[in-house]
């Protein structure tokens, strides 16, 4: 099992970066006409989801939400021990056009990201493509960066971010952990 | 392990658990099956090769198109089904696959057992599209995928199998299928095509088809199979539309909102009237897809990479 070193956020912070990242999403797309939500399995969604909730407060009116599966884009299938399970996708509204703003909890690698931006733009073409992070750690092997992120956080690539969100973990921390190895 | 065997030869050596894993698994595919855009990268590079030595059109179709969905590059060999000798043939069948790269191979053969004994000698794996009148196992998967889909549950539900089950590989994977996911099974066809002893199978043998039908959920009705039909297995194909034909009259001893199904190609008149074949309860076209949806499902599960699927952690 993998050593807790240290809570990066509690509940207090997640709220204020997601709050602020909403207020953000609104004016870099001055108003939110054209706007969607689109949040990446599993932490990304309910993410995405709230951010919604916060946005529909700030402006009065609601985004779709949608939610992306990536399993069977992802570039590391063969290399892996487990398989993961694919699940579904949810977009109940045409991308073409929209401001897609994906949404994750954490960004590392940027290689989810990349399965995310071909697993999107084969659903439709979206006018643009911006993304929302809770948590942004380093890293990066891929020329990619988010547009909103909730923390910044300088990680050595041993240790591993553990954003726990009450729906999917009954409760509310950002963690990083020390790898067992 | 997501599946445990290399290869998929029937339903008899498939746990519950990992029938479950595969209809979970076939739902997203099916959502793919409706975009625009078809395709998901995540066999490429991978080759599928379909190996009929009977005729098909759905089920050999059902798998290249669940094969390129998915990226994987599909191709078919059309082996004659006279003139070789079965054994033989079939080891011929291997090496030229071998030779070939193949990941999965999809094999139909009019022997039964063929689907394994490939397997055996080969290091792709097998997955069987029907041998003889053993199994039909990716059939069953989709009929279980559909009754799910549709009643939103396997477990105790009603289903009749009306027809030739002596023959009959569908029939076979299907009593292995719905009695592993807890359904209550009743068989019913003319006598001289029901093998003795199938109760052994924990399926009711019932005596006429008013038996079968009465309350049931589901109606799986089988295709008589017309070339069979000289051997005198009954008087004629009247009177077996007379005794065992499903039309709307017998449909109503079902419960309401039951489900008729049909592995096609249906002999329209015989086991199945035009009218319940085109009828509100009938989901014989969403079969066809949820066909594809299913061997995706399948190929994913087999070659999509990671020794155990994390369903087991």
Redesign the interface.
Known sequence: MAKEKAQILDQDGIRRSLTRIAHEIIERNKGIDKLALIGIRRRGAPLAERLAVRIKEIEGRAAPVGIL?I????DD?????????????EVPFPVLGKTVVLVDDVIYTGRTIRAAL??LL???RPRVIQLAVLVDRGHRELPIRADYVGKNVPTSKKEVVSVRLKEIDGEERVVILESPD | MGLSGKDLTGLRNVSPGEIQLILDTAAPMKEIIKRQIKKVPILRGRTVVTVFYETSTRTRTSFELAAKYLSADAVNIAAATSSVKKGESLKDTARTIEAMGADVVALRHPMAGAAELLGGCLGARVINAGDGAHEHPTQALLDLFTVREKKGRIEGLKVAIIGDILYSRVARSDIWGYTKMGAEVRLAGPATLMPPGMEKFGVKVCSCLEEALDGADVINVLRIQLERQQHGLFPNLQEYSRLFGIDRERLRLAAPGALVMHPGPMNRGVEISAEVADGLQSVINEQVTNGVAVRMALLYLLIGGGAQNEANY
């Open positions: 599966d399993t069977l884009y992802r299938l063969m290399t892996l021990e487990r398989q993961p399970l694919v699940r579904s996708t071909d697993a084969d659903l439709g």
